[in-house]
C-alpha cells in the first residue's frame, strides 16, 4: 500500500495490486505445505500402525505352534494270543490258552501341535514304547491228535510305535498374574486316533515235555489304535510348560505271523494273533512354545 498527499494535503490511500497478489499466493503456498505435510504425518503412522498390526498378527499365529516330549513308565497288560487248532495229517503245532506276561518298559512321546485358542490345540503325536518279556503265564503247544505240553521259557521284548492325531482341551486351575508370567497350572484332557506298529521279538520259547525243541516268533504288523489321556502342566513361563501326563492306549490286535521251530521237521502253524494289547505309561513331559 502507498500513501500519496492530495493537492489540498490530505493523505490518500491507495492498494498496489502487484503486493495483493503476491501476499495471497504467498498464503495459498503455506497452506498447500501444510496439507501436504499433515497428508505425509497421517500416511506414515498408517503405515506404522499397519505395520504393527501385522506384527501382531504374525507373533499370534506363531505362538500358536508347540511341540512337547514325554519320557516315562510304559506298563503293558498281558499279551494273549488266539488258539491257534493245527491242521490235520501235519506235522505241527498249535496253541491254545496263551498269555505272556509283559515287564515294565520305558515310553517314549514328542508331538507338535497348534493351539487354536487358550482352550483347544491339535497335535499329531508319534513316540516309542518298550517292554520286555516275562515268561508265560499260561499256555501249551497242542497236535492235532490230542497231545498238549506247557510253553516254558522265552526272550525277547514288545515294542510299539504310534501314529496318532490328537485333540486336546485345557482346564486352567491356577491363573498367572499376567499371560506372559510363570506360575499357571492347567489340567490338560485329550485322546486320538490313528494306527500302531505292533512288533514282536521272541525266541527260546520251549516245550516242557519235548527237550530240544524251541520256537521262535519274530514279526510285527500296523493296527488301528486309539489312546485318551490326562495331566498337569506348569507354566515356567510364557514358552515353557513342565507336567506330569497318564495316558492308556488301545490296539485291536496284532499279527506277528507264523512261529519258527529250531527243528526243520516242524513247520509254523498259523500267524501267531493276539486280542487287544492295552498300554498304560506315566511320563513327565516338557513342552515349547513358538
Known amino acids: 500500500m502507498r500513501m500519496k498527499?492530495?493537492?489540498?494535503?490530505?493523505?490518500?490511500?491507495?492498494?498496489?495490486?502487484?503486493?495483493?497478489?503476491?501476499?495471497?499466493?504467498?498464503?495459498?503456498?503455506?497452506?498447500?505445505?501444510?496439507?501436504?505435510?499433515?497428508?505425509?504425518?497421517?500416511?506414515?503412522?498408517?503405515?506404522?500402525?499397519?505395520?504393527?498390526?501385522k506384527e501382531g498378527a504374525v507373533a499370534e499365529l506363531g505362538d500358536g505352534f508347540f511341540i512337547g516330549t514325554g519320557l516315562g513308565v510304559s506298563i503293558l497288560s498281558d499279551v494273549k494270543i488266539r488258539d491257534v487248532t493245527p491242521p490235520p495229517g501235519e506235522i505241527a503245532f498249535g496253541n491254545a490258552g496263551v498269555a505272556a506276561d509283559v515287564d515294565a518298559g520305558f515310553a517314549w512321546n514328542i508331538e507338535l501341535g497348534f493351539r487354536l485358542d487358550e482352550s483347544f490345540s491339535l497335535a499329531i503325536e508319534s513316540g516309542f514304547y518298550r517292554n520286555g518279556f516275562g515268561g508265560f503265564s499260561s499256555g501249551e503247544f497242542t497236535t492235532d491228535i490230542g497231545l498238549?505240553?506247557?510253553?516254558?521259557?522265552?526272550?525277547?521284548?514288545?515294542?510299539?510305535?504310534?501314529?496318532?492325531?490328537?485333540?486336546?482341551?485345557?482346564?486352567?486351575?491356577?491363573?498367572?498374574?499376567?499371560?506372559?508370567?510363570?506360575?499357571?497350572?492347567?489340567?490338560?484332557?485329550?485322546?486320538?486316533?490313528?494306527?500302531?506298529?505292533?512288533?514282536?521279538?521272541?525266541?527260546?520259547?520251549?516245550?516242557?515235555?519235548?527237550?530240544?525243541?524251541?520256537?521262535?516268533?519274530?514279526?510285527?504288523?500296523?493296527?488301528?489304535?486309539?489312546?485318551?489321556?490326562?495331566g498337569l502342566a506348569y507354566q515356567i513361563s510364557h514358552a515353557v510348560e513342565l507336567g506330569i501326563e497318564y495316558r492308556i492306549m488301545a490296539v485291536g490286535g496284532a499279527n506277528f505271523g507264523p512261529a519258527t521251530f529250531s527243528d526243520p521237521a516242524l513247520v509254523g502253524f498259523a500267524d501267531v494273533e493276539t486280542e487287544r494289547v492295552l498300554t498304560q505309561a506315566v511320563q513327565a513331559r516338557l513342552s515349547f512354545e513358538f
Request: hydrophobic share 50%; proline share 4%.
Open 5 to 53: 498527499r492530495s493537492v489540498d494535503g490530505r493523505v490518500d490511500g491507495s492498494v498496489d495490486e502487484g503486493a495483493v497478489r503476491a501476499a495471497w499466493r504467498a498464503r495459498a503456498f503455506a497452506a498447500v505445505a501444510v496439507a501436504a505435510l499433515a497428508g505425509g504425518l497421517a500416511a506414515t503412522a498408517a503405515a506404522d500402525d499397519g505395520a504393527a498390526s
Open 148 to 230: 498238549s505240553t506247557a510253553l516254558v521259557g522265552g526272550d525277547g521284548d514288545f515294542t510299539q510305535i504310534p501314529v496318532f492325531f490328537n485333540a486336546l482341551y485345557e482346564i486352567p486351575l491356577v491363573k498367572p498374574e499376567t499371560p506372559s508370567a510363570a506360575g499357571g497350572l492347567n489340567l490338560r484332557i485329550g485322546g486320538g486316533l490313528g494306527l500302531v506298529h505292533v512288533a514282536a521279538d521272541l525266541d527260546a520259547i520251549g516245550a516242557a515235555d519235548v527237550p530240544g525243541i524251541f520256537a521262535a516268533v519274530d514279526g510285527s504288523s500296523w493296527e488301528f489304535g486309539g489312546q485318551l489321556k490326562i
